[in-house]
């Protein structure tokens, strides 16, 4: 029987059962978890004198580079490598520039909880284009996940208004997550190395454009030698923790609803904060708990009440 790219495969005999779900939730939730101490390599490049905007574009280039023969192969072989999709590509690869980018020029607590209000935004689309209905569950996630942006960013004035560059380019990264995987959900014809490479390739556009902003936080461009230096640890990272994660998620994003996509990623938020608060002096307030728990609580709503299928 033919399906419509937006139509629920999770409750479908075949490839997308309930069984098979199982092994792309477990992988996102071990890729969550190692997202969770990203900032850490981030920083520790960081500490040895290259700048934010050097080091978030080299751990999207080094990828692409290590990537590319395989690519140059498959295109040769008149095979799809990924080069195509920049309208996903653009979204997913940017919302992690932008990510990354938010977790050197703001507190790690924030830009966990900021960007991980993206199962809201992907309701809004799953509504819109994966045609689910609009349940009083689903309401409430939505917002449960606001109230949360609402009580964190609140401040002394008690304007609710990001206060800083991180905090804006946290919330953005969530939006665009939220597209991104919703058109991986709904491109499921295209390969994993597709996924990937285009993640890292317009990924990187996206990092280098963000380089060019002339930001304090983010340090001048650097000169050769701190990037000849670095070198090495960007090939070890991508090789081992950059290039295996993004399999792993991309995997899970083509075989996962949106929404459960955000939900399982919010992992990171734990583990991140937890790392954050034992390694760091970083504050986590009261607001921050309570931004945090609503959050959260949106997530379980999301994935523990609604269970009503698409249309």
Known sequence: MHRQPGEDRSTSPGLFTPLTTTLPAILLAVAAAVWGLFWIPLRALEATGLPARATVTGQFLMPVLIMAPVAVFLVAR?????????????????????????????EVSRALILFYVSPAWSTALEIWLLKRRLTLARVMAMALGFAGILVLLADDSGLPLPRNAGDWMAVAAGMFWAWGSTRVRMHPEASHFENVLSFFLYGSVVALAVAL???????????????????????????????????????????????????????????????????????????????????????????????????
Request: net charge neutral; hydrophobic share 50%.
């Open 213 to 311: 902003v002339p930001a304090t936080g983010l340090g001048a461009l650097p000169p050769v030698e701190p990037v000849l230096g670095a070198l090495p640890w960007l090939f070890l990272i991508a090789a081992v923790f950059l290039i295996p994660i993004m399999f792993m998620q991309l995997y899970a994003c083509q075989h996962l609803d949106p929404a459960r996509v955000g939900i399982l990623l919010q992992i990171e938020v734990v583990v991140g904060i937890a790392s954050a608060g034992i390694l760091t002096a970083e504050p986590f307030g009261w607001r921050e708990t309570t931004g945090f728990v609503l959050v959260c609580s949106s997530a379980l709503t999301e994935v523990v009440v609604n269970r009503t299928p698409s249309r």
């Open 78 to 106: 008149g095979k799809a490598s990924g080069l195509s999709r920049w309208h996903t590509g653009f979204f997913t690869g940017g919302a992690f520039a932008l990510y990354a980018d938010s977790l050197l020029l703001t």
